[in-house]
Nanobody, 124 residues
Framework: QVQLVESGGGLVQAGGSLRLSCVTS????????MGWFRQAPGKEREFVAS????????YYADSVKGRFTISRDNAKNTVFLQMNSLKPEDTANYSC?????????????????WGQGTQVTVSS
């Protein structure tokens, strides 16, 4: 069983930054593509970013492109989401997800394992 644990969320003012981390259990993390998704109250889950198993392919949602950066450290079984220039509309619960296929995907149905999420709140 693969477990994912997110951390790094919190309350920040608009224009500020946060760095989310997601630690994944298991010895095959380096084979997984990873993704970040978010869900605000009353809204559907939204794709944020995805990174391939090697880190060589990355894809962002248009809403975060240029502000967010996804990265990974395969030696530490960890994927990161650096969030800069945060806006109130970025407020949501952020979850990381792993897919056992190494290619990136923006579709949540392609991911096999999910974390519980970490709350990000951006005040105006």
């Amino acid at each position: 069983q693969v477990q994912l644990v997110e951390s790094g969320g919190g309350l920040v003012q608009a224009g500020g930054s946060l760095r989310l981390s997601c630690v994944t259990s298991g010895r095959t993390f380096s084979n997984y593509a990873m993704g970040w998704f978010r869900q605000a109250p009353g809204k559907e889950r939204e794709f944020v970013a995805s990174i391939s198993s090697s880190g060589g392919s990355i894809y962002y949602a248009d809403s975060v492109k240029g502000r967010f950066t996804i990265s990974r450290d395969n030696a530490k079984n960890t994927v990161f989401l650096q969030m800069n220039s945060l806006k109130p509309e970025d407020t949501a619960n952020y979850s990381c997800a792993a897919r056992t296929v190494g290619y990136i995907s923006r579709y949540y149905g392609n991911y096999d394992y999910w974390g519980q999420g970490t709350q990000v709140t951006v005040s105006s």
